[in-house]
């Protein structure tokens, strides 16, 4: 029996010598050297190199706008130009704030359940029609309608959760992503049953703000910022600080592990599913304040927030912040330069995606590990 | 909860699981005596680590029963066999790498406790496992036994009743494994009921007052350590293979 001991020995010995030591004294040997990295391990060179390959892609693609434009003539570097170039950076900062806040509710669900929800898009189009039909049939202001278009997206995810995706859960991803893709499809023709497929938009505080003399941003525009920052804020420390957050990132980090600490595993599923619709119809309100919608915009906002989870990395709360930021300022450099930019703006998403996906699949962050 | 009178802590019945055509357990009865410490052994895939998934509910038994003081609960959701009592470490540690070492303690859910209060206790456990410097630091950025101490600590995160635990040995070094036993044997004292799956020998029949043998599913040799060593069917199903196999196991 000792011997059998001992021929294990050498291999675990040898592990613990490198890894460790006697716990009584590893403050001093680990902490300096353990830094604050996240807990992320060395990274491997092959990752570095994508990594840098990746960040050169993003500076080319932000310089070609300016190339293009320079090669059309709409860029002209007086200064009235440059105002119009601060205007729609700035605006397109702000606007990043509303995508990054709904595409963490599409980066939660994947982080939780490993699903990719295709709806999400279609979501943030039932966000806006729920906010236009409190505001026209009932009066209500958009930013008040929250208080009850939350709550009901809150349970509207719940309800898909229950009906649809604790069925694909665990499944290969390309089921879950099938179902809500469906989810999605039928999402846009409920919608044009009620809605039909005009236009719509709500007029509310279309005014601008003047920042500098030749920079200014709507104010609706810095409505939507304000919020949702303060909505991503609320849902960072949510995870973060709270019981309730802690079992979310546990079942994120490894579902099994929380089973046994005692997470109630499908509660959790659920929950989730509830604060990543309600933050997608938030989003809803929030970009309904700036543009015209319809039932079939929600394609549009599905490939945005698909494009900044796989740039900031599948999973990470953070990354789909940058991504998000990322994202909106490339859009409005586009529109601001390029001939013909908002329609090309889509481009800029569809190009963004596919680029990050063969340079670096795992984006800015990487993939969270499951 | 009343104690069962037998003084039955856990008990598998006939417990049965299979993957595909392979009887990972197949039929497996044994019964932990409250307030000991039990050793599970036996070769590689002969089903502990199975046995452990069964008790714990993260895998559903085919057939027979788990009976914890005396109730079935074999097939319960996870989180409900915790609630009841019953907590576990893993073979390989799975710690939650992306959360601090107090957050990872924090994450045990199902305390009917206020936060401060939680907040205590975690810092109590982490103390007792000596990880009171790293408290702050990540998950994933403590050593490989340091990572064992910690889910050690989270297993204890409720007052549990009984601790299962799967090679808390294995990747330790000898001056942690001392602690972690010592440990055990403090529970024990407090009146926990621990199962311990392990290779290390030396901490089986040193410290295990029960122990139970498996192979191929099936429960073969049951006793204290002294008559397991001289068991005839144990040395045959276990130690026979030492000339051919044994380097690779564990």
């Known amino acids: ?370 | 909860m009343m104690p069962d009178a037998n003084g039955i802590a856990l008990e598998a019945r006939d417990l049965r699981k299979a993957f595909g055509g392979v009887h990972a357990v197949d039929g497996c009865s044994f019964a932990v005596p409250r307030g000991k410490i039990c050793g599970l052994i036996g070769p590689n895939g002969s089903g502990k680590t199975t046995t452990f998934n069964l008790l714990t509910g993260l895998a559903q038994p085919d057939g027979g029963q788990v009976l914890h003081d005396g109730v079935d609960i074999a097939g319960l959701k996870p989180y409900r066999i915790f609630r009841r009592g019953i907590t576990r470490t893993f073979q390989i540690t799975r710690v939650f790498r992306e959360m601090t070492v107090l957050e990872n303690m924090l994450s045990v859910t199902g305390l009917a406790v206020p936060d401060r209060v939680a907040r205590e206790r975690a810092g109590e456990l982490i103390a007792l496992v000596n990880l009171t410097h790293l408290r702050g630091e990540y998950g994933g950025r403590l050593s490989y036994g340091q990572q064992k101490l910690l889910e050690f600590a989270r297993a204890l995160m409720t007052d549990p009743d009984v601790i299962l635990l799967d090679e808390p040995a294995a990747g330790v070094n000898r001056t942690l494994l001392q602690q972690l036993l010592e440990q055990i044997h403090r529970l024990q004292e407090t009146g926990k009921t621990i199962l311990i799956v392990e290779h290390d020998m030396n901490v089986i029949m040193n410290h295990c007052e029960r122990i139970f043998v498996m192979d191929y599913g099936v429960k073969i040799a049951e006793g204290p350590p002294s008559e397991i060593q001289g068991n005839e069917r144990v040395i045959e199903a276990y130690f026979g293979r030492r000339q051919s196999g044994v380097v690779h196991a564990g």
């Not at chain 1, 329609?343 to 984006?363: K, N, S, T």
């Open chain 1, 1 to 370: 029996m000792d011997d059998r001991a001992e021929m294990l020995g050498p291999e675990k010995a040898g592990r613990e010598t490198a890894f460790s030591r006697p716990f009584a004294d590893t403050a001093p040997a680990v902490a300096p050297a353990v830094g604050r990295r996240r807990g992320r391990g060395w990274m491997e060179r092959s990752e570095v190199r994508s990594l840098y390959l990746l960040a050169a892609f993003l500076v080319a693609a932000y310089a070609l706008p300016f190339v293009i434009g320079i090669r059309y003539g709409t860029v002209r570097w007086d200064a009235e130009w440059l105002g119009y170039l601060g205007t729609v950076v700035l605006s397109g900062f702000l606007q990043g704030g509303v995508y990054a806040m709904f595409a963490v509710g599409l980066t939660m669900i994947f982080g939780v359940m490993r699903i990719i929800n295709a709806a999400h898009g279609e979501w943030v189009m039932m966000g806006a029609y729920l906010t236009w039909a409190a505001f026209f049939y009932l009066g209500v202001d958009p930013l008040l309608s929250l208080v009850f278009t939350l709550p009901i997206a809150f349970v509207f995810g719940m309800v898909v959760q229950k009906l649809l995706l604790n069925a694909v859960v665990g499944q290969p991803e390309l089921t879950g992503l099938l179902v809500t893709f469906g989810l999605g499809l039928t999402m846009i023709y409920v919608a044009e049953l009620i809605f039909t497929t005009d236009f719509r938009t709500i007029p509310y505080a279309p005014h601008s703000v003047q920042i500098t003399d030749s920079i200014a941003v709507s104010q609706n525009k810095l409505i939507s910022f304000t919020m949702a920052l303060a909505i991503s804020v609320g849902v960072y420390f949510l995870l973060k600080l709270t019981r309730i957050g802690k079992a979310i990132r546990a079942t994120a980090l490894n579902a099994e592990v929380a089973m046994v600490c005692g997470v109630n595993v499908g509660l959790i599923y659920l929950i989730t599913t509830g604060i990543a619709a309600s933050l997608a119809v938030a989003g809803g309100a929030l970009v309904s304040i700036q543009f015209g919608f319809n039932p079939e915009t929600g394609i549009i906002y599905t490939l945005q927030a698909f494009t900044i989870i796989i740039l900031g990395g599948r999973g990470h709360y953070l990354g789909a912040l940058i991504g998000g930021f990322m994202l909106a300022v490339l859009e409005s450099l586009v529109s601001l330069m390029i001939p013909n930019g908002t329609a090309m703006v889509e481009l800029a998403a569809y190009g963004l995606l596919i680029a990050v996906l063969l340079i670096r699949p795992g984006g800015l962050m990487g993939v969270k590990e499951g």
